[in-house]
């Protein structure tokens, strides 16, 4: 397992180094100068060829990417054209938002996605099952941008039980944090829910229809023990695979999401860099990104090995 492990990090890296070069080849070629940009529609000559000297664009850019590298890997991702903060600050100071979104929302599709799944397997084709399907198809169709409107019209506009956005730490004020991650987590989780549904049904149903647990019925074991000890372990993988996905995906940020509840997060972050041509802030935001879909496609893998003892050997 050790070797693996290794093997695994060895991969990441070089799929990391290569996502680097297209990441920093990719923003380099959107339009718009940002130093322009950064220093507004009055600046002089010689505070332009001041700041594009500082940031490093009067480089060649071999020696630009090669320069961001280096520093990339000692964790220095350079500074804002925008705010003169460096980015590893910005980051980290986004980051908690994200973190308690992310996990927020898929705590609420896992506990929506696992029992309407389950039953709709375990009853094919009866009225549960396809009220379940109605559910999901309404989540995975309905933009979220509409469904957080909605929310905020209905709790916040017209009960005025919840407030419409914003932020407030844990630590800060947990009523307050609680009041204002609800329906952002609500919104992403109903999302990221209906995906998972679709996939626990369908390796429910898969893991019901193996021989293994035929055999189990009929030796005469419970339908609990049967459920519990040779349909739930083969079902989780699926699970596990597309929960990691999910919780990638919701990691990187929720743009539409973030802007509707005013939540500032890491995709909104990466959105006002593009919109500034902020060129640190977005290679740093996307390699960040690249990192958490990594970590996590490793974890998934770990605990493939945890579940299924067969996948080691």
Not at 90 to 96: C, F, G, T, Y
Not at 185 to 210: P, Y
Not at 214 to 230: D, M, N, P
């Amino acid at each position: 397992m050790t070797g693996y492990v290794l093997r695994r990090i060895g991969q990441s890296a070089v799929v990391l180094a290569g996502v680097s070069v297209i990441v920093f080849g990719l923003v380099h070629l959107v339009p718009g100068d940002p130093v322009r940009l950064a220093l507004g529609t009055r600046f002089s000559q010689e505070s332009y060829d001041a700041l594009r000297e500082r940031s490093g664009l009067d480089q060649p850019l071999v020696e630009q990417f090669f320069g961001w590298f280096g520093r990339a890997l000692t964790g220095d991702l350079g500074v804002s054209f925008r705010s003169g903060e460096t980015v590893t600050s910005q980051i980290a100071e986004r980051l908690p938002a994200t973190l308690t979104l992310a996990f927020a929302s898929i705590l609420v599709a896992l506990l929506i996605a696992v029992p309407l799944g389950t039953v709709s397997a375990l009853r094919p084709r009866s009225l549960v099952d396809r009220v379940a399907t109605v559910i999901s198809q309404f989540g995975i169709s309905v933009p979220d941008f509409w469904m957080g409107i909605v929310l905020i019209l209905v709790f916040a506009g017209t009960l005025g039980w919840l407030p419409s956005g914003g932020y407030v730490p844990l630590t800060e004020d947990p009523g307050a944090w609680f009041q204002r991650l609800l329906m952002p987590a609500l919104v992403t989780g109903v999302v990221s829910g209906s995906v998972i549904t679709r996939f626990v049904r369908s390796s429910v149903l898969e893991a019901l229809g193996a021989d293994h647990v035929r055999t189990a019925q009929a030796k005469g074991l419970g339908t609990r023990q049967v459920f519990t000890w040779h349909v739930l372990r083969n079902a989780l993988l699926p699970l596990v695979t597309v929960t990691g996905v999910q919780l990638a995906y919701l990691l990187s940020g929720v743009v539409v999401v973030e802007i509707v509840f005013s939540w500032p997060g890491l995709g909104q972050l990466a959105l006002q860099a593009v919109q500034a041509r902020d060129y640190p802030v977005l290679q740093g935001a996307i390699l960040l990104f690249a990192v958490v879909f990594l970590v996590i496609n490793l974890v998934v893998d770990l605990l493939y090995s945890a579940i299924d003892p067969r996948i080691r050997r």
